[in-house]
T-cell receptor
Framework: GAVVSQHPSRVICKSGTSVKIECRSL??????MFWYRQFPKQSLMLMAT?????????EQGVEKDKFLINHASLTLSTLTVTSAHPEDSSFYIC??????????????FGQGTRLTVV | GQNIDQPTEMTATEGAIVQINCTYQ??????LFWYQQHAGEAPTFLSY??LDGLEEKGRFSSFLSRSKGYSYLLLKELQMKDSASYLC??????????WGAGTKLIIKP
């Protein structure tokens, strides 16, 4: 299957700093990527849909100025958590679909990023 | 509104069979996915159903009834490594995935 690479897998940062997470589709072009957050023992929560070359679409309750998403190319989307606070500590996961195969294809997930803000 | 329901937790014995149910209500329907997620890892794809019936893939099978808004994931010959959360997700008319909360499956020897 298609491969989505997410980096870093773990990051610890100080409160008030910013953290950038990268999501790359390695063997297909992803015009759309999705960013999720998952708190312990809870399901995936969609934060935003990242569209190549245009602004991301954020879900209700997600601060777009805090979670900056850039999808500059067909294979790379980045999520930057700005001015991180301890409550932003979570597991962040990106996913992408190979739209060339049709809109109803499976989502391929990155490995996830465990963010801890101290 | 859109809603996906699945049990929070299930326990089964190694070597046995377990069925994880999922019911859904979505705005349109473009298929149902099952994913497996081990603790601390990203989900991995298990199955996709868009037509009624049973899809078998090795020890795992998935069933769909569109008229009933119902699916199940059947795991046979359970192994300890099958201990994980199993996520049901539906694709709505906009091709957006709507996720269930996941079912934590505990396998006992």
């Amino acid at each position: 299957g298609a491969v989505v690479s997410q980096h870093p897998s773990r990051v610890i940062c100080k409160s008030g700093t910013s953290v950038k997470i990268e999501c790359r589709s390695l063997d297909f072009q992803a015009t759309t990527m999705f960013w999720y957050r998952q708190f312990p023992k809870q399901s995936l929560m969609l934060m935003a849909t990242s569209n190549e070359g245009s602004k991301a679409t954020y879900e209700q309750g997600v601060e777009k100025d805090k979670f900056l998403i850039n999808h500059a190319s067909l294979t790379l989307s980045t999520l930057t958590v700005t001015s991180a606070h301890p409550e932003d500590s979570s597991f962040y996961i990106c996913s992408a679909r190979d739209v060339a195969r049709g809109g109803d294809t499976e989502a391929f997930f990155g490995q996830g990023t465990r963010l801890t803000v101290v | 509104g859109q809603n996906i329901d699945q049990p929070t937790e299930m326990t089964a014995t190694e070597g046995a069979i377990v069925q994880i149910n999922c019911t859904y209500q979505t705005s349109g329907f473009n298929g149902l996915f099952w994913y497996q997620q081990h603790a601390g890892e990203a989900p991995t794809f298990l199955s996709y159903n868009v037509l009624d019936g049973l899809e078998e893939k090795g020890r795992f099978s998935s069933f769909l009834s569109r008229s009933k808004g119902y699916s199940y994931l059947l795991l046979k010959e359970l192994q300890m490594k099958d201990s994980a959360s199993y996520l049901c997700a539906c694709m709505d008319s906009n091709y957006q995935l709507i996720w269930g909360a996941g079912t934590k499956l505990i396998i006992k020897p």
